[in-house]
């Protein structure tokens, strides 16, 4: 089972939703754990959203496919950047 951590690593500027670095929450077993307290941007996750089952899958892909390059991820309007890291 592939467990992959999801945190803001980075604001430029100002983020409208109140996200701060450091928010976090884990995506494993196609579920989302998101923990007391924590913001999760509704508009930054629907961009994400399409990434979680290749991330959960990348270990079977081929050497050169571009989702085993995913480090991190966006928000929707750029200002919020999330680092994409692979528990084990």
Do not use: Q, Y
């Given at each position: ?44 996750l629907n961009k994400m959203l399409i990434f979680f089952p290749l991330l959960m899958e990348r270990k079977d892909f081929r050497d ?25």
């Amino acid at each position: 089972m592939v467990k992959i951590k999801v945190e803001v690593s980075e604001i430029k500027g100002e983020c409208s939703n109140g996200m701060k670095v450091g928010n976090h929450f884990f995506v494993e077993d196609h579920t989302l754990s998101i923990p007391e307290g924590t913001k999760v941007c509704i508009w930054a996750l629907n961009k994400m959203l399409i990434f979680f089952p290749l991330l959960m899958e990348r270990k079977d892909f081929r050497d050169d496919h571009w989702i085993k390059d995913i480090k991190s991820m966006k928000c929707a309007d750029g200002k919020v950047i999330f680092s994409v890291t692979e528990i084990d």
